[in-house]
């Protein structure tokens, strides 16, 4: 009888091993998925950031430029505010 329940704890204590490893093997898989996951999401806003410094730099220089090269200068209205010639200003763009 004490062989038998010998042997039973033996094979208790095996499983009890397996069932832990597997565990650990699960958590293990578990952490690395989500460390790829956020290390997508981290790379990912990465990328926008660099977009918009990019964006940022590009909309600086374009306005530095504009200010450098022409300074006072102003943008011209859209073509159907403007003026036309031998045209009263109280008319211009009305279409009558």
Do not use: C
Request: proline share 7%; aromatic share 10%; net charge negative.
């Amino acid at each position: 009888y004490e062989v038998r329940e010998y042997a039973l704890e033996k094979q208790r204590h095996k499983w009890e091993q397996f069932k832990a490893t597997k565990e650990w093997d699960m958590e293990h898989e578990r952490l690395r998925i989500e460390r790829r996951r956020v290390d997508g999401q981290r790379m990912l806003l990465v990328l926008k950031q660099k977009e918009f410094d990019l964006d940022l730099a590009e909309a600086y220089n374009n306005y530095s430029s504009s200010v450098d090269h022409h300074p006072g200068a102003q943008t011209p209205p859209p073509a159907g505010f403007q003026q036309q010639p031998g045209s009263s200003p109280s008319t211009t763009g009305h279409p009558n």
